[in-house]
């Protein structure tokens, strides 16, 4: 069981995971699978249940006998095998790296920016 909410624990397909993020779209994964995969962990992504308030289908045409389902966009949750991992611990820890070996900042992390800049710890400024 997790102390709190920033280090959660689910089994996806099976396998006990630390969870790195829920309801993340494709391109988040296609970012953060690689990143992850480089540093040796392994990474293990699987569909987002529905939310519990979703509506229920209802025709758009009374006509029509049959229900449209709105469209919603596909979301996944991401984990990694290593239970100890903490993706707050990881960033503020300056574990991470990229693949160019430099280390993944905050800013990175949450694709504001393109190149991981940071030379400075961030308690040192």
């Known amino acids: 069981m997790a102390i709190n909410q920033n280090h959660l ?6 396998v006990k995971c630390a969870i ?4 993340a ?4 994964i296609d970012f953060l699978k690689p990143l992850l995969e480089l540093n040796g962990f392994v990474v293990i992504v699987v569909g987002s249940p ?3 308030g979703a509506p229920a289908a209802v025709p758009l045409d ?3 006998p049959e229900p449209v389902i709105a469209a ?5 949750t991401i984990g990694v095998t290593d239970v100890r991992f903490n993706s707050t611990n990881a960033i503020f820890g300056r574990v991470l790296k990229t693949k160019d070996n ?3 900042t905050l800013s ?8 991981s800049e940071d030379t400075v710890p961030y308690f040192e400024k």
Do not use: C, H
Request: hydrophobic letters at 30%; proline letters at 8%.
């Open 20 to 23: 790195v993020e829920k309801n």
């Open 25 to 28: 779209t494709q391109s988040r």
């Open 102 to 104: 430099r280390i993944v």
């Open 108 to 115: 990175y992390w949450q694709q504001k920016e393109n190149i």
């Open 72 to 76: 919603s966009p596909t979301t996944f």
């Open 9 to 14: 624990f689910e089994d996806l397909d099976g």
């Open 62 to 64: 009374v006509a029509s």
């Open 50 to 52: 529905p939310p519990k």
